[in-house]
């Protein structure tokens, strides 16, 4: 009977490990897939497919959220519920581009077509105001521009009231998402730098409160302008693009107006990623908010979200020095999150694009959605099989490296039978403890430059305990040794014993240690 077990061990025991190994790899990676989720912060949820374009708006209502976007050139309007959930749909006759401009309030809209500014009231349209170049929206008003005119539209009067003129004509107007009447308009001068004008609207009257210029280095362009105001003074972002050789570059900048200070003094937004410590220099899509901690910046950039994966996603920066900004990533998809849309502390909106399946995503913070966060899904279970996988390549690099812990203890079996041939044929206890001995003697110091901080930082508890790097590689040796033992028959050989010992030992490294070393 014990021989039946043995006999059916060595087939057996070493499938029975395997299955294990990759269990654990997946429970590991189950636990990190449910760990992206932000503290405070529902799973990112996926509202609906077949969006288009970087066209998205999303406000707050009393029963959820009304959101616009593009779909099939479309205008399309969703009413959600808290825990986004589609309750209405419905697409309106209004025709988008893939980065059209526009304020929408549920079946209403208020757009440009052939630079002319339409009024749709869920029925018809209506011709505002003609020879329009652009326009920008707030919550209950669209700032728009002809020229160096800049007008604002009332959406609920449809008043159109002149507010104030530049010296040159407009390129770009912005308008603050949290402050009534705070707006910008950037214009290109003739040096190829630009001005910036920040204006205040008092009783429809606007009142410039900065002017400032920004020279043009390079070709770098002004892109965006966002701002906001609060007991200190106005908070201002502005990011610009540069394109050299096919590569464009983003950068963002920050200055906090004060009503002493006359002469601004940006300092460029410089994002560190919590997850590395590292600087992410592959940004775009700035907007800032204020807190009660102070200004923070939402923002899309490429980073990594796992130990081995590195995608887009939508980050939330807070200052912690003039020149640095610490991010946590708000979504943790694999694709390309971009467009986002802020609505409060805990809610924010995106578009996630994989080829040509964008995705409208969100994350909240309604306790049941948050409550959700924190359970095991089959999906996490399923991702993580898939990550844990994925990452086993890396361990054909200790796979060559093994090589040149085995092959020490080989030699010594190879010389011990051209000396001794009867020690070998006789199984002498010494002959294998010595082998073992010098497997383990080699391994233990080839091992420990396997054991780097990425190994400190990812690797699961049950592997990263203290002083690991010394009784790790101990571990692995004596497991392979009592499998081996397990396993061994009378009529084996030193050197099968030897073969199945280190097969066992690949095993545990290639599955247990490998998948965290690079």
């Not at 919550?139 to 160096?148: L, Q």
């Not at 775009?284 to 995608?311: C, H, W, Y």
Request: net charge negative; proline share 3%.
């Amino acid at each position: 009977m014990v021989r039946h077990v043995k006999r059916k061990g060595t087939l057996y025991l070493p499938l029975l490990l395997l299955i294990v190994m990759i269990g654990l790899l997946t429970v590991h990676h189950a636990g990190k897939e449910r760990d992206l989720t932000s503290e405070g912060s529902s799973r990112n949820i996926v509202v609906t497919e077949g969006a288009k374009g970087k066209v998205l708006r999303v406000d707050k209502t009393d029963s959820g959220y009304d959101v616009h976007y593009n779909e099939d050139d479309q205008l399309t309007n969703l009413q959600l519920n808290e825990t986004l959930e589609v309750t209405k749909k419905e697409t309106l006759p209004v025709e988008l581009s893939l980065s059209s401009k526009f304020w929408a309030k549920e079946n209403k809209a208020i757009y440009i077509e052939k630079n002319e500014l339409i009024h749709f009231d869920g029925d018809n349209s209506e011709i505002v105001d003609t020879e329009v170049q652009g326009l920008t929206s707030a919550e209950n008003a669209v700032y728009y521009w002809k020229k160096n005119r800049i007008f604002k539209l009332d959406t609920s009067t449809l008043i159109t009231s002149e507010l104030a003129q530049t010296d040159l004509p407009i390129s770009g107007l912005f308008a603050s998402d949290d402050t009534d009447g705070l707006y910008a308009a950037v214009v290109k001068r003739e040096d190829l730098s630009f001005d910036v004008h920040v204006f205040e609207t008092k009783e429809e009257k606007a009142d410039k409160s900065y002017t400032f210029n920004l020279p043009s280095l390079s070709g770098e362009l002004v892109d965006t302008v966002d701002l906001s105001q609060n007991e200190e003074g106005i908070h201002l972002i502005y990011t610009t693009r540069q394109t050299h050789a096919g590569t464009v570059t983003i950068r963002g900048y920050y200055n906090l107006f004060t009503a002493s200070q006359e002469e601004p003094s940006f300092k460029e937004i410089k994002v560190y990623d919590t997850f590395t410590n590292s600087r992410m220099r592959v940004v775009d899509d700035f907007n800032l908010i204020l807190t009660d901690d102070g200004p923070e910046v939402t923002l899309s950039a490429r980073g990594m979200i796992t130990a081995k994966i590195q995608s887009w996603n939508v980050y939330k920066a807070k200052q912690v020095k003039p020149e640095r900004w610490v991010a946590n990533h708000i979504s943790a998809t694999t694709s390309i999150s971009n467009s986002h849309q802020y609505v409060s502390e805990g809610e924010i909106f995106w578009l996630d694009y994989k080829g040509k399946n964008v995705k409208l995503m969100g994350v909240s913070d309604q306790p049941v959605l948050v409550q959700k966060a924190q359970e095991y899904q089959p999906s996490d279970f399923v991702q993580g099989f898939f990550t844990g996988i994925s990452s086993l390549p890396y361990g054909f690099i200790l796979l060559l490296v093994s090589v040149m812990w085995i092959a020490p203890a080989a030699i010594l079996l190879f010389c011990i039978s051209f000396w001794n041939e009867d020690a070998i044929e006789q199984k002498r206890s010494w002959v294998r403890y010595s082998a073992i001995g010098l497997f383990a003697i080699c391994q233990y110091y080839l091992m420990q430059q396997f054991f780097t901080p990425m190994f400190d930082r990812f690797s699961p508890e049950y592997l990263s305990f203290p002083s690991y790097s010394i009784f790790l590689p101990i571990l692995i040796v004596l497991l392979s040794a009592l499998f081996t033992q397990f396993v061994r028959q009378r009529q084996w050989s030193l050197y099968q014993e030897f073969g199945y010992f280190t097969m066992f030992n690949t095993l545990i490294v290639i599955f247990l240690v490998s998948p965290y070393i690079v």
